[in-house]
């Protein structure tokens, strides 16, 4: 949950972890990480437990890791004006592309629905987004008979799921 995307002019790799921990405060057993975002010339700092570091490194020393922030950055690409949100048990993240420029990636925890169309309705009021306008792409542990699915749509008309790259 604790990562932020920098612009590359803005970046050092010496003041990752004083950037990171000017928002979301000092965790001392945390170990800060970053990676390039070639194609958005960014990078995305994080923060990771240390003990599952450790595990990672140890248990598969060749693996690739990314941050799904950077993952995101570049999914579904041909939709100019995107909300993209990936559901999991008691959060979610939400990605935000209007006129085809990055707005936000953000994590929100979430108890009710109504919770999630609160934070998604914020982020539409902030960044002066017409709730109805945008495309809202979903993921993860949502389907169409769930409640959480039925509030969005009193909101948000233009809701489609998410599918899986044909390779």
């Known amino acids: 949950n604790e990562s932020i995307l ?3 002019e803005y970046f050092e790799t010496a003041k990752a972890g004083e950037m990171l921990a000017l928002i979301y405060g000092d965790g001392s057993s945390q170990t800060t990480q970053n990676e390039m975002v ?26 690739i890791q990314s941050h799904q922030n950077s993952l995101l950055i ?37 108890q009710i629905p109504e919770d999630v169309v ?8 902030n ?23 039925k509030e969005l749509y009193k909101y948000f008309l233009q809701l489609e799921f998410a599918t899986l790259p044909g390779e």
């Open 6 to 8: 920098i612009p590359h």
């Open 38 to 63: 070639l194609s958005q010339n960014m990078h995305t700092v994080y923060k990771i437990p240390a003990e599952i570091k450790s595990v990672f490194n140890s248990c598969f020393p060749f693996a």
């Open 74 to 110: 570049n999914v579904e690409k041909s939709y100019s004006n995107l909300l993209y949100c990936c559901f999991y048990p008691s959060h979610f993240t939400v990605l935000l592309r209007n006129k085809s420029k990055l707005q936000v990636i953000q994590n929100f925890e979430y």
């Open 118 to 125: 609160y934070h998604l309705l914020n982020i539409c009021q």
């Open 127 to 149: 960044f002066e987004i017409d709730p109805s306008h945008p495309i809202i792409k979903l993921c993860g542990l949502i389907d169409e008979e769930s409640i959480l699915y």
